[in-house]
Protein backbone atom coordinates (compact mmCIF):
# COMPACT_ATOMS: atom_id res chain seq x y z
CA UNK A 1 0.00 0.00 0.00
CA UNK A 2 2.55 2.51 1.06
CA UNK A 3 4.75 1.38 -2.09
CA UNK A 4 1.76 2.61 -4.76
CA UNK A 5 2.10 5.88 -3.14
CA UNK A 6 4.68 6.65 -5.41
CA UNK A 7 4.39 5.48 -8.94
CA UNK A 8 5.26 6.83 -12.76
CA UNK A 9 1.55 7.42 -13.22
CA UNK A 10 0.29 11.06 -13.42
CA UNK A 11 -2.38 10.66 -11.87
CA UNK A 12 -0.84 9.63 -8.91
CA UNK A 13 1.70 12.69 -8.87
CA UNK A 14 -1.14 14.73 -9.32
CA UNK A 15 -2.97 13.35 -6.71
CA UNK A 16 -0.20 13.00 -4.40
CA UNK A 17 0.22 17.06 -5.07
CA UNK A 18 -2.90 17.79 -4.77
CA UNK A 19 -2.59 16.32 -1.35
CA UNK A 20 0.50 17.99 0.23
CA UNK A 21 -0.79 21.22 -0.96
CA UNK A 22 -4.10 20.16 0.99
CA UNK A 23 -2.16 19.04 4.55
CA UNK A 24 0.54 22.66 3.90
CA UNK A 25 -2.62 24.98 3.39
CA UNK A 26 -3.88 23.54 6.87
CA UNK A 27 -0.66 24.96 8.95
CA UNK A 28 -2.84 28.40 7.80
CA UNK A 29 -6.28 27.40 7.20
CA UNK A 30 -7.65 26.11 10.83
CA UNK A 31 -10.87 25.08 9.34
CA UNK A 32 -8.95 22.20 7.35
CA UNK A 33 -7.42 21.13 9.90
CA UNK A 34 -10.01 19.05 11.57
CA UNK A 35 -10.63 17.24 8.12
CA UNK A 36 -7.40 16.72 7.39
CA UNK A 37 -6.73 15.46 10.65
CA UNK A 38 -9.79 12.69 9.75
CA UNK A 39 -8.39 11.71 6.65
CA UNK A 40 -4.83 11.50 7.93
CA UNK A 41 -6.09 9.13 10.97
CA UNK A 42 -8.13 6.68 8.74
CA UNK A 43 -4.92 6.75 6.39
CA UNK A 44 -3.21 5.75 9.60
CA UNK A 45 -5.85 2.95 10.87
CA UNK A 46 -5.69 1.54 6.84
CA UNK A 47 -1.67 0.53 7.32
CA UNK A 48 -2.24 -0.04 11.18
CA UNK A 49 -4.68 -2.57 9.92
CA UNK A 50 -1.94 -4.38 7.20
CA UNK A 51 0.57 -4.23 10.69
CA UNK A 52 -2.08 -6.40 12.77
CA UNK A 53 -2.83 -8.50 9.87
CA UNK A 54 1.00 -9.35 9.67
CA UNK A 55 1.21 -9.73 13.71
CA UNK A 56 -1.76 -12.17 13.55
CA UNK A 57 -0.16 -14.18 10.73
CA UNK A 58 2.81 -14.05 12.37
CA UNK A 59 5.07 -12.31 9.33
CA UNK A 60 6.06 -9.41 11.38
CA UNK A 61 7.62 -9.93 14.64
CA UNK A 62 5.48 -9.83 17.62
CA UNK A 63 4.96 -6.86 20.26
CA UNK A 64 4.74 -3.68 17.52
CA UNK A 65 2.14 -1.30 18.15
CA UNK A 66 0.09 -1.39 15.01
CA UNK A 67 -0.84 2.22 15.43
CA UNK A 68 2.23 3.83 16.19
CA UNK A 69 3.90 2.39 13.43
CA UNK A 70 1.33 3.18 10.55
CA UNK A 71 1.70 7.13 12.16
CA UNK A 72 5.53 6.19 11.84
CA UNK A 73 5.09 4.75 8.30
CA UNK A 74 2.46 7.66 6.88
CA UNK A 75 4.39 10.23 8.28
CA UNK A 76 7.12 8.95 5.97
CA UNK A 77 5.38 8.53 2.79
CA UNK A 78 4.55 11.88 3.01
CA UNK A 79 8.52 13.45 3.51
CA UNK A 80 9.49 11.02 0.65
CA UNK A 81 6.36 12.36 -1.51
CA UNK A 82 7.95 15.79 -1.07
CA UNK A 83 11.33 14.60 -2.27
CA UNK A 84 9.46 12.30 -4.87
CA UNK A 85 7.42 15.25 -6.39
CA UNK A 86 10.33 17.93 -6.54
CA UNK A 87 12.31 14.53 -8.61
CA UNK A 88 14.95 14.86 -5.70
CA UNK A 89 14.71 11.36 -5.73
CA UNK A 90 13.37 8.35 -8.06
CA UNK A 91 10.38 6.80 -7.15
CA UNK A 92 12.33 3.33 -7.31
CA UNK A 93 14.27 5.12 -4.58
CA UNK A 94 11.08 6.32 -2.41
CA UNK A 95 9.93 3.15 -2.95
CA UNK A 96 13.07 1.25 -1.86
CA UNK A 97 13.28 3.53 1.53
CA UNK A 98 9.60 2.69 2.39
CA UNK A 99 10.94 -0.95 1.83
CA UNK A 100 13.82 -0.23 3.68
CA UNK A 101 11.81 1.12 6.80
CA UNK A 102 9.13 -1.93 6.79
CA UNK A 103 12.17 -4.58 6.79
CA UNK A 104 13.91 -2.57 9.96
CA UNK A 105 11.19 -1.75 11.98
CA UNK A 106 8.80 -4.59 11.47
CA UNK A 107 10.04 -7.38 10.55
Known amino acids: M???????DAAVRTNSAAWGELRDSAIFDPTLRT???DLTERWID???GTITTGLDDGS???GLNARRLGARF???AEGLSTRWLAELI???????????AIDELAT
Open 46 to 48: DIA
Open 35 to 37: TIG
Open 60 to 62: LRP
Open 2 to 8: LCDEFQD
Open 90 to 100: TTDEARSLILE
Open 74 to 76: TAL
